[in-house]
């Protein structure tokens, strides 16, 4: 890039590209031991669903250097979403041009779609299509690993976003393996109006709990992988320990999902549960029970992919 002239310290470039930033469910979630920097190792299965946060991000002028100028527009109904520098999208949009040495006015609009606090990782989705969509506007040229490091300096969740599908996430779940993909089921996801923080939740488990509790890992799980969904799913969520317990109106609807559907739990810490069903299997009396309820339902299927980037504006 070493032929741009600059006019009074700016580059004109005015492109945009727009961006799919999907949710993710935690298949399996077992806590290993607390860490001495205050996290915990866990072990835990994720999976791309779609349901997508759309983020259009636009490179209006590249600077040769120096901070970024950032603004960022979000849209999100009811929910609380910060639109200034505490917003994971501010955060990699800032990280990711200090990390590679490019800068310039980057404009932000974020749609949301999926719920905040939920434990379907839609912050973590988010700031991971910023830095896909700052490596295709600025031609860093970054390779997938590259942009996964850049993602585990921002949050846990982010580097799984780059790839998505299927994966196995170890330490505290920047770690990853691709696991088989999964191709099939209806993920039907339902979420109280309740938000938990991540943090909280892991502040409260009882680690002396889950030492002589049976456990289900990776080699047990893999070869069910295949033949997903089906009610022999070993899975299952240890933070459950600590949430449900705590909150009965969730306790509950776990447990309703579990008499309907093969598959049940809560994805990650709360408050967000899911049903994974059979293809083909008619789930909308279930969707009309847990809407009239007034909780957020969605019924999506598994994505193979994470983040997708595409040049120009969204399309409606």
């Known amino acids: 890039m070493g032929h741009e002239t600059y006019t009074k310290g700016r580059l004109p470039v005015g492109r945009t590209v727009s961006a799919e ?3 993710k469910v935690n298949l399996h979630l077992e806590v290993l031991k607390a860490r001495h920097d205050g996290y915990h190792e866990i072990e835990t299965v994720l999976q791309t669903v779609d349901l997508c946060d759309r983020l259009e ?4 002028d590249r600077y040769p250097g120096g901070s970024p100028d950032i603004t960022l527009q979000v849209s999100a109904g009811d929910w609380d979403v910060p639109a200034d520098s505490t917003n994971l999208c501010w955060r990699a949009a800032r990280l990711f041009c200090r990390s590679t040495g490019v ?7 974020l749609v949301k779609a999926i719920p905040p606090a939920a434990g379907l990782g839609g912050g973590s989705s988010d700031a991971a299509a910023v830095l896909v969509a700052c490596n295709h506007l600025f031609a860093t040229g970054l390779e997938e690993a590259d942009l996964e ?3 585990a300096e921002l949050g846990a969740d982010v580097p799984f976003f780059v790839r998505g599908g299927t994966a196995l996430g170890r330490g505290t779940g920047t770690r990853l393996t691709p696991l088989p993909l999964i191709r099939s089921g209806q993920f039907l996801i339902v979420r109280p ?3 938990l923080k991540t943090s909280e939740v892991y502040a409260n488990l009882k680690m002396g709990l889950t030492v002589n509790s049976a456990k289900a890992n990776i080699h047990v799980i893999r070869p069910q992988l295949a033949r997903f969904p089906r009610k022999t799913w070993p899975g299952f969520n240890r933070l459950e320990e600590v949430v449900l317990p705590w909150a009965p109106s969730l306790q509950r609807l776990v447990f309703r999902l579990r008499e309907i559907a093969p598959i049940a739990m809560m994805s990650g810490s709360g408050s967000a549960v899911y049903g994974v069903f059979p293809d083909g299997q008619d789930t909308d009396e279930w969707i009309k029970e847990f809407e009239e309820a007034g909780y957020f339902v969605r019924n999506v299927r598994p ?3 994470g983040v997708r980037v595409r040049e120009g504006k969204a399309s409606g």
């Open 57 to 60: 991000v636009t490179l209006k």
């Open 21 to 23: 930033a999907p949710a």
């Open 303 to 305: 994505r193979a992919f």
């Open 149 to 151: 490091a850049l993602g």
């Open 193 to 195: 109006d309740m938000e």
């Open 103 to 109: 800068s310039g006015a980057l404009r932000m609009e």
